[in-house]
């Protein structure tokens, strides 16, 4: 049986298909892996061995019957735990919620990758709640950077970001509200796809901020990010944020290359506050694009602080009776960043609301002009585990909050964005950002990337 650590999902389901190797083996072998390296990346908080060896059994006999294998037959994947997991309780990170009953159906989103022939082998470490940055969890201890097992992973889906970069799932899902699908692809050198909001439904998954969650996927190649995002998509009516659109798959376009797009650089607030490593990411992806034009988002600093006001104020209108019941079961920094955000006056939420609908207005302007934005996706490579501070230009900021600087203005009206890596001493990611609606535009951009070697998922060091 050869290593699949880094073969990827489209490769795997491919082999399986050609009956090259089996989804059995494929399944024993990610479970092996996940044994062994798991003890220091921290990635996984539960394994669904059982549930994962049972369907990869189904997929080897359909193949031997002669039928139909779907387009990810035999794939392992996980999802960050706040998705419901048939049999185990919905932790969301917390501390609380692992005293839930557990889930008795999975996920929408779950059920539609498994259709697609997908093997769910576990769920994955999160920051408390999805109010988080770093992937530190308090309870479950941080998610650890494949690529320097002393930094960061990013969060909130840091586990998902971990178990793909460190080799032991192709796939990953999870959720971004601020940036919490893009700053640990970011961080941990990955392709991430934060759709459309209400492109993708969310039933079956636990909220954090209704108004803002998307969920999405992780990968180390731009066609495993396209082939999961074709099986995930639909309308279902369970889910009242879920757009009416109909399926319109991106893998078909994915090689249409670039040429006649309008692709431009955002400036203003997108050009200060980072790190040379983040100014290099830019300008290698720029580069590489022939970008040779720069957009004004207006007021985009202004949009994140919006972001944050309806953040902190939907968050703990969610988690006020826990709060009230149960406040010593928080992670203190999660507890203390709910706790203000109840004394947010409604006057300023509602403020922010609208000037959310004046600036969504402003940037779809843009798109007038352009077909894609770059920007960086972090100000900085992953810090150290346990850092608190940074400084970005002249001031000392807070790690937790500030890793999201260059994404919350961008969630905050819901557009579809993929995160690609930019290799170095360590990985750093840069957003392309698109008009509503047009993933197939971003991952074509994202693809063509890839196949220059401007973006690549970077392996960590060996050991």
């Known amino acids: 049986m050869p290593d699949l650590s880094w073969q990827n999902a489209t490769e795997i389901a491919a082999a399986v298909a050609a009956g090259t190797t089996s989804a059995t083996a494929v399944v024993e072998a ?12 921290n990635a996984f908080t539960d394994l669904t061995a059982g549930r994962a060896m049972a369907k990869a059994s189904a997929i080897d006999a359909d193949r031997a019957a002669g039928r139909k294998l779907g387009p990810l037959a035999g794939v392992p994947f996980a999802v960050k735990n706040l998705f419901d997991v048939a049999g185990l309780p919905t932790r969301a990170g917390s501390a609380i919620n692992r005293e839930r009953p557990p889930a008795t159906h999975d ?36 998610s650890r950077n494949p690529h320097d097992t002393t930094r960061m992973s990013g969060g909130s889906s840091g586990g998902s970001g971990v178990a793909v970069a460190g080799g032991l799932v192709p796939l990953a899902l999870g959720s971004d509200t601020n940036g919490s699908i893009r700053v ?23 909220p954090f901020v209704s108004s803002l969650d998307h969920l999405g996927p992780l990968a180390r190649s731009v066609g495993d990010l396209a082939c999961a995002y074709d099986a995930m998509q639909g309308h279902d009516p369970d889910d009242p944020f879920c757009a009416q659109k109909p399926v319109t798959p991106a893998s078909a376009s994915l090689n249409d290359g670039i040429a006649g797009l309008r692709i431009a650089q955002a400036g203003g607030y997108f050009r200060g506050n980072m790190m040379p490593e983040a100014e ?71 403020r922010a609301q609208k000037f959310r609908r004046w600036y969504q207005q402003a940037v779809l302007r843009v798109f007038d002009e352009v077909d894609a934005i770059i920007a960086p996706a972090t100000p900085c490579s992953a810090p150290a585990l346990g850092q608190k501070t940074f400084v970005l230009g002249d ?50 951009i994202a693809r063509h990337l890839e196949v220059t070697g401007a973006a690549v998922a970077q392996r960590p060091p060996a050991g």
């Open 107 to 142: 996920s929408v989103l779950i059920s539609r990758l498994e259709a697609a022939g997908a093997v769910l082998v576990g769920a994955l470490n999160m920051g408390e709640y999805a109010y988080d940055f770093t992937g530190e969890n308090s309870h479950d201890g941080p």
């Open 280 to 350: 290099r990411a830019v300008r290698h992806i720029r580069d590489a694009l022939h970008v040779d034009r720069d957009v004004e988002l207006p007021a985009a600093g202004i949009a994140r602080a919006a972001a944050y006001l309806i953040t902190a104020a939907e968050g703990a209108a969610l988690h006020l009776a826990r709060l009230r019941t149960r406040a010593t079961d928080f992670d203190p920094d999660v507890r203390d960043r709910l706790i203000a955000g109840t004394m947010v006056p409604a006057a300023m939420v509602i």
């Open 30 to 41: 990610t479970l092996d892996r996940i044994g062994a390296r798991d003890g220091v990346l």
């Open 184 to 206: 640990p692809s970011s961080l941990c050198g990955l392709f991430g796809l934060k759709p459309t909001f209400g492109r993708l439904p969310r039933t079956g998954s636990f």
């Open 395 to 444: 001031a000392e900021l807070p790690v937790r909050a500030n890793l999201g600087l260059f994404t919350q203005p961008i969630s905050f009206i819901g557009l579809p964005v993929v995160a690609v890596p930019v290799a170095g001493p360590m990985p750093i990611g840069v957003q392309i950002i698109v008009a509503p609606w047009r993933e197939d535009i971003a991952l074509r």
